[in-house]
């Protein structure tokens, strides 16, 4: 019960958000199926228990909202390039092996709850059992599309 108060909370806030931003940008919301279908399977094989709430679109990115709060961002043909679980943590399907292998091997009490994929490498943003978070920088240009 608690649990889904919270989640609650999250969605509308990240709504709230988006909604701000897309007012401010002057950009209308869109409906999730214009998002590319790249990005949309990412969402229906990483987040099937949750669904699309909003989704806002610049000149080469999409954001994307999820019911849970959950904030992914794409590039114009679909590829993910940031997801943000908040506090909780992300599914790690995605992730690639050596990056997982590299966090949990130097940090291996902690839980990833966001992920950003850049030219340069990854950063992760981990969450400890007791709540405190960091951020963790990470070079591995083979796994980058």
């Known amino acids: 019960m608690k649990t889904s108060i919270i989640n609650k ?8 958000l ?17 998002l590319p279908a790249k990005a949309q399977a990412f969402v229906q094989d990483n987040f099937e228990r949750n669904s699309i709430v909003a989704v806002e ?8 909202v999820l019911n849970d709060g959950t904030i992914i961002d794409f590039n114009k043909n679909g ?8 506090k909780n943590s992300i599914p790690l399907n995605f992730v690639p092996r050596s990056l997982l292998q590299y966090v949990y091997g130097n940090f291996p ?16 943003r981990l969450q400890t ?11 591995f240009l083979s796994d980058l599309e």
């Open 9 to 16: 909370f999250f969605a509308m806030a990240a709504l709230c």
């Open 18 to 34: 988006v909604s701000s931003t897309v007012s401010f940008a002057g950009n209308p919301p869109l409906p999730a199926e214009q």
């Open 57 to 64: 679109s610049t000149t080469d990115t999409y954001m994307c």
């Open 79 to 86: 590829s993910w390039s940031n997801v943000d679980c908040n």
């Open 109 to 124: 009490y902690c839980t990833i709850n966001k992920v950003n994929r850049g030219s340069q490498g990854y950063a992760v």
């Open 129 to 139: 059992e007791e709540g405190k978070a960091c951020t963790v920088n990470v070079r």
